[in-house]
């Protein structure tokens, strides 16, 4: 496990959880300096993904570590986090297990989804062979970053940093990093005295996605935004700008 802090060290402290198959430098690379003027960041890159020779266990393992780490350092208690899709998860974890506390979670438009083990193994032979497949030839890529450009309006050098990342992870990390996600559930109807659950809503994904937010999490903030999945984090200032406001409200600056 990799944290790193950086950033405006007289502010809040905001906790950045990378997606799947992502480093936080990659997962952030295009907001990282607007957040780090503000924000006294902990950036954390998970086993497997942190450049050393290590492997992702399972969430709950990696949770534990974020919790030892908060505890050790900032004595129990951070004033947010910020979770980009899969890092949500921990978001989720960390208020419900109530091991440290944090005044605003956030969600970077999480899918939420969890499964049965067999259904999860089954989604994970299926996915991870597609997330590996990328970059097996040029063909390949280009035609992936493409589809990138197309969907997310990435520029083409983000586009590239993003497809580089599925060239430098195991696919033992990935596949479980994928599968334990499914299988790590939450409760329904989470509510922890102090602590606010902030979703980035993306509408483009589906109302199926809102409504999962409302299941497991009582009375959230639910802002909704007209993009596709963590779009403003490729997609330019159009999709940034918006979303930035939306956290400094968040987290009460």
């Known amino acids: ?13 905001l906790m950045l959880l990378p997606g799947t198959c992502c480093d936080w430098q990659m997962n952030f690379s295009t907001v990282i300096d607007r957040l780090a003027e503000k924000y ?3 950036c954390v890159n998970y086993d497997g993904f942190d450049g050393a020779d290590s492997v992702f266990p399972d969430m709950i393992t990696v949770t534990g570590k974020i919790e030892k780490y ?6 129990s208690r951070i004033d947010g986090a910020l979770g980009s899709s899969l890092g949500s998860s921990f978001v989720g974890q960390l208020i419900m297990r109530e091991n440290i506390h944090m005044d605003h979670g956030i969600f970077g438009s999480p899918d939420l989804d969890q499964s049965g083990v067999v259904s999860a193994k089954l989604k994970s032979a299926l996915v991870t062979p597609l997330l590996t497949g990328f970059t097996k030839n040029e063909k390949k890529k280009q035609k992936a970053k ?5 969907l997310f309006e ?9 497809l580089e990342s599925f060239t430098r992870f195991s696919t033992e990390s990935i596949k479980n990093e994928f599968y334990t996600d499914l299988i790590t559930c939450l409760k329904e109807d989470i509510h922890v005295e102090g602590t606010t659950a ?3 809503y993306a509408k ?5 996605y809102k409504k999962r937010y409302l299941k497991y999490f009582r009375d959230p903030d639910i802002r909704e935004f007209d993009m596709q999945h963590e779009q403003w984090l490729f997609g330019g200032p159009k999709y940034s700008d918006p979303v930035l406001k939306a956290v400094d409200e968040f987290m009460g600056i």
């Open 198 to 200: 902030h979703f980035i």
């Open 1 to 13: 496990m990799q944290f790193v802090e950086t950033g405006n060290m007289s502010g809040k402290t």
């Open 70 to 75: 908060i505890q050790e350092n900032h004595g």
């Open 154 to 162: 990435m520029d083409e050098q983000t586009a590239e940093m993003f």
């Open 204 to 208: 483009k994904m589906g109302e199926k």
């Open 40 to 42: 006294h960041l902990i």
């Open 146 to 150: 493409k589809k990138f450009v197309e």
